[in-house]
């Protein structure tokens, strides 16, 4: 008859087994045994669960000083990252960083529009005087979204508060040639100079006013608060801002040429907050030039520089001042440069063996490329990823530049690799555009594609699909074991999450098989 062990010492016989089971991440990353590895050659093994899965915290640094909610980036693509996009992926808890594919002017626009959309105290509201007139607001409603203008003597701000114009105002308005003085509303509800944010909106509330002006005791206007914005601040709780002023957070690219360093002067007089070094392979002098440059010119704005993939294109970038890491080359879903450079590292690899090395310096990485579902962000973030930032994940959503067209009864938008013809060939001149600045390709004659042009299915509002996202993400680390990404990491250097390699059977294990057909929906809203 077998004889089997007592239950209660379960794990007590465990324990003599010596060492845990499935693999440390470093014996994971073993490239003399396993070659470089993509997202899909590993899982992470389960660990035990004592936590609800919507208590666990994605809070995580992607600078030295900037911090985030949730730890997601759209990426600075022409088809995905414009300012509607930046203030979808802010107000979710995430950033936009805005393409710069285009003029520095407007680059400088669609900045200034996210910094406009959500602020806490408007330090510089736009003002008017009594002798504007009705057709003045309209044209602000048009080129700025709102209408709500307080009125000064001078039309300045520190003038003297007279009224306010709202939509209401001029609503029903005819004659555009009116002047304000006769539509304003006198009968103001103001606050005091040295009020706080939360005071203020409790004025807002009780007095049920659109627009709150702040005036200081001579009774001149110094600031503005609008309703709008506290009713945001109640439906975005997580939304990534500026702690002083409210407004929120936007991130915008740029290259390494002479001319970079004036369109990024615009990018900051127009409210940036960090700008991330756009190239595909940025260990080079001109990025180390250009991060000395801005952290000697504008100290004040984080620098993310890249793209690296090894410990040694980091290590000179880290020296230079970065404030944070851009991960990946060749792994994205429209990027050949792997196949046509013979140039690059698979991504899981890549990402571990930077950030492993930049933590040693406190400088965030991000895992850029290669993501293409809850999984891969999670396995990201395991293998030391601060962030992760997504292209191809978010392109077709509603917030992407483009029109939706249909083919063959689906809804699809397009969506284009920077390195792809398409992409090189939108504007011309002396100084090339994003796409060739990025691939050093602005003097070729011919141009080299390191990316294609190809179409992706309607995911409908970036806003449900994040929120997807970060839900996956949270049961994923609840899964795992760890009530954060910042514990998971730790626990991931520590040896006490472990890994298992993947052949390819386990990997078609993993997925969908063995049905005749089937339909595959990712979340319910």
């Known amino acids: 008859m077998t004889s089997y062990l007592d239950v209660s010492t379960a794990n007590s016989v465990l324990a003599s087994y010596g060492r845990p089971d499935g693999l440390s991440v470093e014996a994971l990353m073993d490239e003399q045994l396993s070659g470089g590895l993509t997202y899909n050659d590993f899982l992470v093994l389960p660990g035990f669960i004592d936590f609800a899965a919507e208590k666990a915290s994605l809070d995580s640094k992607i600078t030295k000083n900037i911090s985030l909610k949730v730890p997601f980036m759209s990426s600075p693509m022409d088809t995905v990252t414009e300012a509607e996009m930046a203030i979808s992926m802010a107000l979710m808890g995430g950033i936009g960083i805005i393409h710069h594919n285009c003029s520095a002017e407007e680059q400088a626009a669609m900045v200034r529009n996210v910094k406009k959309f959500e602020n806490g105290f408007i330090n510089d509201p736009v003002v008017l ?9 309209k044209e602000i409603k048009a080129t700025s979204g709102f209408c709500g203008v307080p009125i000064t003597e001078n039309g300045k701000l520190l003038g003297k508060l007279v009224g306010i114009v709202t939509a209401r105002d001029i609503q029903f308005h005819q004659d555009d040639d009116t002047p304000l003085k006769d539509v304003m509303t006198t009968d103001l509800v103001v606050g005091q100079e040295g009020i706080t944010l939360k005071q203020a909106n409790d004025i807002l509330c ?20 609008a309703r709008s914005d506290l009713l945001k601040n109640q439906e975005y709780p997580h939304a990534s801002k500026v702690a002083k002023s409210k407004q929120l957070l936007v991130g915008a690219a740029i290259g390494t040429r002479p001319d970079d360093k004036d369109r990024l002067a615009l990018l900051v007089e127009a409210g940036l907050d960090v700008v991330i070094l756009d190239s595909s392979q940025g260990n080079s002098v001109y990025q180390l030039e250009m991060v000395r440059w801005i952290k000697s010119t504008f100290p004040q704005i984080d620098v993310i520089a890249g793209n690296v993939v090894t410990r040694e294109q980091a290590a000179n970038l880290i020296e230079a001042g970065a404030d ?13 440069t792997q196949e046509v450079m013979a140039c690059g590292r698979p991504q899981a690899t890549a990402v ?3 950030s492993e090395f930049a933590r040693r310096f406190g400088v965030p990485t991000i895992a850029d490329g290669g993501v293409g579902n809850v999984g891969h962000i999670v396995k990201a973030l395991a293998l030391g990823a601060n962030a992760v930032m997504m292209g191809g994940l ?18 699809l938008k397009r969506y284009r690799g ?9 504007t011309s001149g002396k100084e090339g555009n994003a796409a060739t600045k990025r691939y050093f390709s602005e003097g070729d004659a011919v141009k080299v594609a390191q990316g294609v042009v190809g179409n992706v299915v309607d995911k409908g509002s970036v806003r449900k699909f994040i929120q997807y996202l970060v839900t996956g993400v949270q049961h994923s680390l609840q899964d795992i074991g760890y009530p954060s990404v910042g514990s998971m990491k730790q626990a991931v250097y520590d040896g006490k999450v472990r890994f298992e390699k993947r052949t390819a059977a386990a990997q078609m294990e993993g997925g969908v098989h063995g049905l005749h057909s089937f339909e595959k929906k990712l979340f319910s809203a």
Request: hydrophobic share 35%; net charge neutral; charged share 20%.
């Open 324 to 336: 944070g890491l851009r991960i990946g080359m060749g792994s994205g879903s429209i990027c050949i």
């Open 352 to 354: 571990y063996r930077v």
């Open 418 to 426: 920077m390195g792809s013809i398409d992409a090189m060939s939108q």
């Open 129 to 137: 005087s009594p002798e504007h007139t009705v057709a003045d607001v």
């Open 394 to 411: 978010l392109a077709g959503t509603t917030e992407t530049p483009g029109e939706y067209f249909y083919h063959e009864g689906q809804r």
């Open 206 to 225: 009780s007095s049920k006013k659109g627009k709150l002006p702040i005036v200081n005791k001579d009774g001149a206007l110094v600031a503005l608060l």
